[in-house]
């Protein structure tokens, strides 16, 4: 079973930057996508970018392309998200998943917040 944890968030004021890790156990990751996500209070589950494992292809969404990047360190399994130029708007929980097919796998989330 595939497990992930979020780690990396805090309290950031606006047009600061903060890198998320998402460290993965249980599996190898060679035929995994492995994403970013955030769900803001009162609002769905927001797609923001994934890498994938094999190959390092990215892709973003509108909203955060050009500020947010994703990459992945091979050697320790993990990959991140590092975001810049924050907005207030920004504030939520950032999640990682890992999938295949379907929805995959997800971490516990870890809470962002910008604000001055």
């Known amino acids: 079973q595939m497990q992930l944890v979020e780690s990396g968030g805090g309290l950031v004021e606006p047009g600061g930057s903060l890198r998320l890790s998402c460290t993965t156990s249980?599996?190898?990751?060679?035929?995994?996508?492995m994403g970013w996500f955030r769900q803001a209070p009162g609002k769905g589950r927001e797609f923001l970018g994934h890498?994938?494992?094999?190959?390092?292809?990215?892709e973003y969404a509108d909203s955060v392309k050009g500020r947010f990047i994703v990459s992945r360190d091979y050697a320790k399994n993990t990959i991140f998200l590092q975001m810049n130029r924050l907005r207030p708007e920004d504030t939520a929980v950032y999640y990682c998943?890992?999938?295949?097919?379907?929805?995959?796998?997800w971490g516990q989330g870890t809470q962002v917040t910008v604000s001055s």
């Open positions: 890498i994938r494992w094999s190959g390092g292809a990215t």
């Open positions: 998943n890992a999938r295949i097919i379907g929805d995959g796998y």
């Open positions: 249980g599996g190898a990751l060679d035929k995994y996508l």
